[in-house]
């Protein structure tokens, strides 16, 4: 597997027999009423036809529930409650999607216009799609070797999963910042999910999020043997290898 490459819905019935699947954008949220809004109004630009949107809340004490509240009409599910983390807030929102497809987007990020291309593209049953994200102005990602999946990930932001993986694979809670990277390793390893690669920008990722609350350890305790269990000896020696030269030169 080298390759492991809204508008508002009319409500007319015979217009739906024209679109294309759904795809859900998911949003977790907590006191993001600085950022919200220009995440919303991100996804409204797009000129792909059928988005759903789903917020998950985790009880904001600011304005973003009152930002919710205002965009209610354009939002397919929204709830605020306390939850255990980011991932939990996410493994929730599962439950509330109604679209083929899914995407996860930070409070605290934007759309590009290049989303919808890639949404157009969404062609392949049951796969994992990725394009790449801007990140600090400067194009990230593309194209990853398995060696890349298994050192470094993909970014979230750059990934549209089928809603067909969520029914076998769940985010990891206990892994409080890189459960996503995690479930992706999961992904990589199953022979049933076809990774597919489309040049695409489609998000600018902002640092401000949960990625930049420090490191998970939890997860790179278990980073060697997660990489071994889901791409082989191969791989595993090879980041070893490398894990041991840092070492030696005094990196973390």
Not at 39 to 58: A, H, M, P, T, W
Request: glycine residues 6%; proline residues 2%.
């Amino acid at each position: 597997m080298s390759d492991k490459q809204s508008a508002e819905v009319n409500d007319n019935p015979t217009t739906h027999l024209n679109l294309p699947d759904k795809v859900s954008v998911v949003i977790v949220t907590f006191n993001a009423a600085k950022t919200l809004q220009a995440c919303l109004n991100s996804i409204y630009k797009q000129n792909y036809s059928n988005i759903e949107i789903v917020i998950i809340d985790g009880k904001s004490t600011d304005d973003t529930v009152k930002i919710i509240e205002a965009n209610s009409n354009k939002i397919g599910f929204w709830i605020s409650e306390p939850d255990s983390g980011i991932y939990d807030a996410m493994n929730k929102a599962l439950n509330h999607i109604t679209g083929k497809w899914v995407y996860f987007l930070g409070a605290d990020d934007t759309l590009l216009d290049d989303f919808s291309a890639l949404c157009y593209e969404l062609k392949v049953p049951g796969a994992f799609y990725y394009g790449s994200v801007l990140s600090r102005g400067m194009k990230c990602s593309g194209l990853v070797s398995e060696y890349y999946q298994a050192k470094i990930g993909i970014y979230h932001q750059a990934i549209i999963y089928s809603a067909e993986i969520f029914k076998k694979y769940k985010f990891d809670t206990r892994y409080r910042v890189s459960a996503d990277y995690a479930l992706n390793m999961q992904c990589w390893k199953d022979k049933t999910i076809p990774f597919v690669f489309k040049d695409y920008i489609i998000a600018d990722f902002n640092h401000t999020g949960v990625s930049s609350s420090g490191p998970d350890d939890v997860f790179f305790a278990d980073k060697s043997s997660l990489i071994r269990k889901n791409f082989g000896n191969r791989i595993w020696m090879r980041y070893m290898f490398r894990r041991m030269k840092e070492k030696l030169r005094g990196e973390k």
